[in-house]
């Protein structure tokens, strides 16, 4: 089964994915990042999906696609800065 099959995608992404991996699969929530080449410009891309499950079908909820190398460096080093204050109790 192509990687792409593993994924609840649209046709135009479905047999592009070059890479991915499950982030959480719970709740009737499924989040993942997808390596993605544009099937326009060929270039890969990175995306971050978050599907619900309606029924027997997922739907696509929220996605992310991050293009450029600055912006995927940008949201990294965010993300690294912040997640030490992940689970904090908040400020009283």
């Known amino acids: 089964m192509a990687i792409g099959q593993k994924f609840p995608l649209s046709d135009y992404y479905r047999d592009q994915i070059l890479d991915a991996e499950t982030i959480s699969r719970a709740g009737g929530w499924w989040t993942a990042v997808l390596l993605i080449r ?8 990175l995306s971050i999906y978050r599907w619900q ?6 739907k696509t909820r929220k996605s992310i696609a991050l293009k450029r190398r600055k912006q995927v460096d940008a949201v990294l080093k965010v993300m690294t800065r912040l ?3 992940v689970g904090e109790e908040p400020n009283t």
Not at 38 to 45: N, Q
Not at 53 to 58: A, H, I, N, S
């Open 83 to 85: 997640a030490s204050r």
């Open 53 to 58: 499950l309606d029924g027997d079908t997922w």
């Open 38 to 45: 544009d099937p326009r410009t060929g270039r890969p891309f």
